[in-house]
C-alpha cells in the first residue's frame, strides 16, 4: 500500500501547491525551526546556476523546483533533465518551467533511463526520503555521473528529535524515512566516490561527492 506522502505526491491538485506551501514548511522542518537548511538551499541554488557546459540529471525533480536554478547557467550544449514518477508532478514541471535547456521525463529512480558515465551532476533533493527502496537509487546515480562528475543529495538524517517516543510510528505512516547518520555517506564511499562531504541541518543532511576522475583498478 502506497504511504500517504506517496499518494499526495500523485494528486494533481497537490502539486500545484507542493512548491509554493508545502515545500517552504518542510524546509524549516528540517532544520527544526531555524534558517540552516533556508541558507544551504539558497547557497546550493546559486552554485547550481555557475556558467558551463553541463548535463544535470535531476531525479524526482516533483514540479520543477531546482529546474532554473540549474538551467540559468548552462552553456553550449548544457542541458538540465527533470525526472519523476508523478505524471502530475511533471505535468505541472512542465507548465511552470519552459527554459528552452530544460526537458522532463517519467521515469524510475531505480532505473534510470540514462546510459552508464555520461551526466555531470546527478540531484536527488528533498526525495530520497519517500522513494521505496531508496539505497539503489544511489547506486543508480553513481552508475550514470561521468568520471570527474558529481552527485549531490538533500535528505533526512537521524537527529534527537527522532528518537523521541512516538516519532518512528509517525515516519511510518507518513513514508518518511530517516537515515542514519553514515548510511548515505558509507554507501557512497562504499560505490567508490570521494570527497564525500555532508552538512547536516537539523534533520536534514546535503550530501555532495564526486566520481573519481580515474577508476581504481585491482592488480
Not at 41 to 59: E, F, K, M, N, T
Not at 163 to 175: D, F, K, M
Not at 182 to 203: C, F, N, S, W, Y
Request: net charge neutral.
Amino acid at each position: 500500500m502506497s504511504s500517504i506522502a506517496q499518494r499526495l505526491m500523485g494528486n494533481p491538485a497537490f502539486s500545484q501547491i507542493y512548491e509554493r506551501l508545502w515545500r517552504p514548511a518542510f524546509t524549516r522542518g528540517f532544520s527544526l525551526g531555524g534558517s540552516e537548511t533556508a541558507d544551504y538551499d539558497r547557497a546550493l541554488r546559486a552554485y547550481l546556476a555557475r556558467p558551463g557546459d553541463r548535463l544535470v540529471l535531476d531525479i524526482a525533480c516533483g514540479p520543477g523546483n531546482y529546474s532554473e536554478d540549474a538551467a540559468r547557467g548552462l552553456t553550449g550544449d548544457g542541458r538540465y533533465v527533470g525526472l519523476d514518477f508523478s505524471a502530475s508532478m511533471l505535468a505541472e514541471a512542465q507548465r511552470a518551467h519552459r527554459l528552452p535547456r530544460i526537458a522532463y521525463v517519467r521515469g524510475d529512480a531505480h532505473r534510470l533511463p540514462v546510459p552508464d558515465s555520461t551526466v555531470d551532476t546527478v540531484l536527488c533533493l528533498a526525495a530520497l526520503y519517500l522513494i521505496p527502496d531508496p539505497l539503489p537509487v544511489l547506486d543508480e546515480m553513481a552508475r550514470v555521473v561521468k568520471p570527474g562528475g558529481e552527485l549531490i543529495v538533500f535528505t533526512s538524517v537521524k537527529a534527537s528529535i527522532a528518537a523521541l517516543p512516538g516519532a518512528e510510528s509517525v515516519v511510518g505512516l507518513s513514508g518518511l524515512r530517516i537515515f542514519g547518520r553514515r548510511e548515505i555517506v558509507a554507501r557512497l564511499e562504499a560505490l567508490g566516490m570521494e570527497h564525500v562531504e555532508q552538512t547536516i541541518t537539523g534533520v536534514g543532511q546535503y550530501v555532495h561527492a564526486r566520481r573519481p576522475h580515474e577508476e581504481r583498478t585491482d592488480v
